[in-house]
């Protein structure tokens, strides 16, 4: 990294704080893995507990692996715009598309006023003219939709907030065009030529769900946020955790970066740098930037 793109990068960190709809750090948090990058959710378990508990009673046995967004909602408006991707039904393993997710019942829905369908939130998806009929589908708002969806069939729960810099995330697979491919009219696809059957490697996948540990020391939540805002560096995300030479660690495989803490600041270390680690801030700042994006 030269030190334009290190003065960037804590730039971009900085401006994370003056974030509007920013999660709260103390919520339980939980990092989904896509083939397009990573969506980190900031779970309102305080707020809607059944919701929070049914999804991550489907997180923990593993049902969200290889499920992938089936539904990228546009609204019919000049030009057409981002409504809702939505994921959580369809599984497409190697092999055969596509087995659905087997439900785990249906949940009272916990639709309140107070956590409303605007941009970034999460909610689940349900059955029209059942408000209690949420299983495992959820989507990502990805516009404000509070005067359609706070409204009818009872109201659609929010249960979660994606945090600013996985939004980002979200956003490429809501840019992803729909296509009308039975049983799915709206699926989002990416490297697909028309006219040829549509492949597993087309659609954005869930490769795994993963959750964050209830306490978390200021290099976790800092660290978690740099694999969040740059991926492409931290691959692939929650890296290896370690603790040598007064340093806190984490080790990507993938890239072979190291990112860690010492003496109240924040270092990295790349294949280039031949064993001279260099500094991108101070712990300090880095945490702020790190709350007020919701870790």
């Given at each position: 990294m030269t030190l334009l793109l290190r003065r960037a990068l804590l730039a971009s960190a900085l401006a994370a704080l003056a974030f509007?709809?920013?999660?709260r750090a103390q919520n339980p948090m939980v990092r989904v893995h896509t083939t397009a990058g990573p969506i980190?959710?900031?779970?309102?378990?305080?707020?809607?507990p059944r919701?929070?508990?049914?999804?991550?009673?489907?997180?923990?046995?593993g049902d969200y692996t290889d499920v992938f967004f089936h539904r990228n909602?546009?609204?019919?408006?000049?030009?057409?715009?981002?409504?809702v991707i939505q994921s959580g039904g369809y599984r497409w393993p190697e092999g055969t598309c596509c087995p659905t997710v087997a439900s785990r019942g249906a949940i009272a829905n916990e639709f309140s006023a107070a956590r409303s369908n605007v941009v970034g939130t999460v909610a689940m998806a349900k059955i029209g003219g059942d408000p209690d009929s949420a299983t495992s589908q959820c989507f990502i708002n990805m516009r404000d939709n509070a005067a359609n969806l706070d409204t009818?069939?009872?109201g659609f729960t929010v249960f979660a907030r994606v945090t600013a810099p996985t939004l980002a995330t979200a956003s490429r697979i809501a840019a992803l065009q729909p296509v009308n491919a039975p049983p799915f009219?709206?699926?989002?696809?990416?490297?697909?030529?028309?006219g040829t059957p549509i492949q597993r490697h087309n659609v954005v996948r869930i490769t795994a769900v993963t959750e964050f540990p209830a306490q978390q020391s200021a290099s976790d939540r800092i660290f978690n946020y740099l694999e969040a805002m740059y991926p492409q560096y931290t691959v692939p995300s929650q890296g290896v955790s370690g603790e040598a030479l007064g340093y806190l660690f984490r080790h990507?495989?993938?890239s072979d970066v190291y990112v860690g803490t010492k003496d109240g600041k924040v270092w990295y270390l790349t294949p280039a740098q031949a064993g001279s680690p260099g500094e991108l801030g101070t712990v300090a700042d880095w945490l702020a930037a790190a709350q007020a994006a919701g870790y």
């Open positions: 509007a709809g920013t999660a980190d959710m900031s779970l309102l378990a305080a707020e809607a919701t929070v508990a049914n999804f991550l009673a489907y997180v923990r046995g909602a546009w609204l019919a408006t000049m030009p057409p715009v981002p409504f009818q069939n009872g009219t709206e699926l989002p696809v990416t490297g697909w030529q028309s990507y495989g993938g």
